[in-house]
């Protein structure tokens, strides 16, 4: 069972940052690409920010130059450092790993269960 857990959400004001991160744990024969979504209320999950497993980036327009996503393929480890956040930014922000299983021979996406982020003064 592969299992995604993320942390570092909450209450920050604007202007501010905060750090998410994302463990991948279970039986993992291989990791691919990993990247962080989000969803505020009454919009549809968005794509943030994605690494590819070559080390590749790509981010979505409305956040370059502010986050940054980084992997430590060892750690089985993501992290989106969000900087300059605004309120636009509040969602739940879920973490997504395509992931191929040991003992299975095809790739699927796991999910996090998501992290509260709040920007509000």
């Known amino acids: 069972q592969v299992q995604l857990v993320e942390s570092g959400g909450g209450l920050v004001q604007p202007g501010g940052s905060l750090r998410l991160s994302c463990v991948v744990s279970?039986?993992?024969?291989?990791?691919?690409?990993m990247g962080w979504y989000r969803q505020a209320p009454g919009k549809q999950r968005e794509l943030v920010a994605t690494?590819?497993?070559?080390?590749?980036?790509e981010y979505a327009d409305s956040v370059k130059g502010r986050f940054t996503i980084s992997r430590d393929n060892a750690k089985k480890t993501i992290l989106l450092q969000m900087n300059s956040l605004e309120p636009e930014d509040a969602a739940v922000y879920y973490c997504?790993?395509?992931?191929?299983?040991?003992?299975?021979?095809?790739?699927?996406?796991?999910w996090g269960q998501g992290t509260q982020v709040t920007v509000s003064s």
């Open positions: 997504k790993a395509d992931v191929r299983a040991r003992f299975s021979s095809v790739r699927r996406d796991y």
């Open positions: 279970g039986s993992i024969y291989a990791l691919y690409d």
């Open positions: 690494t590819i497993s070559d080390g590749r980036t």
